[in-house]
């Protein structure tokens, strides 16, 4: 197993963005990444030439449509069917969604704390989900220099929010990828096999195994005293838990600069709260007592001239 760089959201001229998609697919391999998703607005008509550039590119392509209305944007991934998005109110959502579940698909918020009207009509999530065990995926961080924003502050607390009532909704990081520029960006690392696959990357969402970082990456992963091994995304029982906390500062060489993201400290957040903090080893051990809940590591440091800003974060190891 190991951790691939992925990108879940991304446009082309199938919609409003200015690439091609082999363009698109090109820039994606050229980066580093190891699989791409087309998530073109209302439209999957790019798909052909997505399978067809990423074969020649060797990348694994996702097939996806972003819903793109008037009460907020949702990535659909790989539905084996159609979910007509057209004419969804805010409280037909529920069914929506349990539709793209029948098929197969899974589904995720998009930049849910956008600016909306009158810059972007639509951008902002208002549709009223009532079940959110059914959301697979949250956009906790979006677009060019995230981790500073004021939405991924609103999107963070929102996931954590959510993670207080119970629900596993898995945190992802959106470029939202219109075309070449300068800007810098988070990436989203799925935990799989080293032969990576479609369907391997979506299990991984689906189950948490997902960490993001918009420098370094740090990952997580955990032993009972039993021996059983323990990675994000797993729930677990209450008591004794070794973690190992690994930092890689060699990933994504070509999509984010070393002098300009600087780590400081690792914080290990327990249901919200700072449990410790901790220097930025390379690689360390921790043995806690885990308690009932959510239990998740953060990297922190200075950001493009911004301190004390969140640069990685893992998803969390949940605790019955």
Not at 24 to 31: C, E, F, G
Not at 253 to 262: L, R, Y
Request: hydrophobic residues 40%; aromatic residues 10%; proline residues 5%.
């Amino acid at each position: 197993m190991k951790w691939h760089p992925v990108e879940l959201h991304t446009h082309t001229q199938h919609s409003d963005g200015d690439f091609t998609v082999s363009e698109l697919v090109h820039a994606a391999k050229q980066r580093g990444f190891h699989a791409v998703c087309l998530s073109d607005h209302n439209t999957m008509s790019g798909l052909p030439e997505l399978y067809e550039a990423a074969q020649g590119e060797h990348i694994v392509p996702i097939p996806a449509i972003e819903w793109t209305t008037y009460w907020g944007h949702m990535l659909v991934l790989d539905e084996h069917g159609y979910t007509d998005w057209r004419g969804v109110r805010p409280e037909q959502i529920d069914a929506a969604i349990a539709s793209i579940h029948r098929n197969q698909g899974l589904v995720g918020i998009a930049h849910p704390f956008a600016l909306d009207n009158p810059v972007n009509t639509g951008y902002h999530w208002n549709f009223q989900v009532t079940d959110w065990e059914e959301i697979d995926f949250l956009e906790v961080w979006s677009r060019d220099y995230a981790p500073c924003k004021i939405q991924s502050f609103r999107a963070l607390h929102l996931w954590e929010t959510l993670l207080a009532r119970g629900f596993h909704i898995t945190a992802t990081s959106g470029r939202d990828w219109h075309r070449e520029d300068t800007f810098h960006y988070a990436h989203t690392y799925v935990l799989a096999a080293k032969n990576l696959t479609k369907e391997s990357i979506l299990r991984a969402l689906k189950a948490g195994r997902v960490c993001l970082s918009a420098g370094p990456l740090l990952t997580m992963k955990g032993s009972l005293p039993d021996g059983t091994h323990v990675q994000v995304g797993d729930t677990i029982g209450a008591g004794i838990l070794e973690l190992e906390l690994d930092l890689d500062e060699w990933t994504m060489p070509n999509d984010w600069e070393k002098t300009a993201v600087i780590p400081k400290e690792i914080q290990l957040v327990q249901n919200g709260e700072i449990l410790c903090r901790l220097a930025p080893e390379t690689s360390q051990l921790i043995r806690l007592n885990a308690v009932p809940g959510w239990l998740r590591a953060d990297l922190t440091g200075t950001y493009y001239g911004k301190k004390d800003q969140k640069i990685a974060l893992t998803n969390p190891i949940y605790i019955n």
